[in-house]
């Protein structure tokens, strides 16, 4: 059993990518004043599913730590900025109440993920644990 398996990978990339996704909400946060600035996203999720599907399904996959770690480390995610060619007030700017909302349900699933890292190495500390024995 190797103690870094794919499904670690995965959810270590799931996580930095929630935290660049962080970053950048409180970017817009920081210039919603700033009439220049435009809404920046980072869309990684329609790029990790493509990874996901793109050797086929994952329960054809008979050990290489059954999830395929390679296919997941060129997800980096794209940076997008959203224009809107109108040029009345208040509505080419950053929505503060939308950035909040977008920035609660990213930390939620930046916790998430850190939970699930959590346990799955919770589980690892105890395999190594009785191993030991």
């Known amino acids: 059993m190797h103690i870094f398996t794919g499904g670690n990978i995965l959810l270590q990339k799931v996580a930095d990518l929630r935290l660049q996704q962080q970053n950048i909400i409180s970017s817009n946060i920081a210039n919603v004043n700033n009439q220049a600035y435009r809404h920046k996203s980072l869309d990684f999720e329609s790029q990790l599913q493509a990874a996901y599907h793109a050797k086929g399904s994952p329960l054809t996959t008979t050990d290489p730590d059954h999830m ?3 296919k997941y480390t060129g997800v980096k995610g794209e940076i997008e900025t959203e224009f809107k060619p109108k040029m009345v007030h208040g509505q080419d700017s950053v929505d ?3 950035e909040m909302t977008e920035m609660a349900s990213n930390a939620l699933q930046f916790s998430a993920m850190m939970t699930l890292i959590q346990k799955d190495f919770a589980g690892k500390f105890k395999y190594l644990e009785e191993f030991s024995k």
């Open 68 to 70: 395929g770690s390679q």
């Open 96 to 98: 503060l109440d939308k």
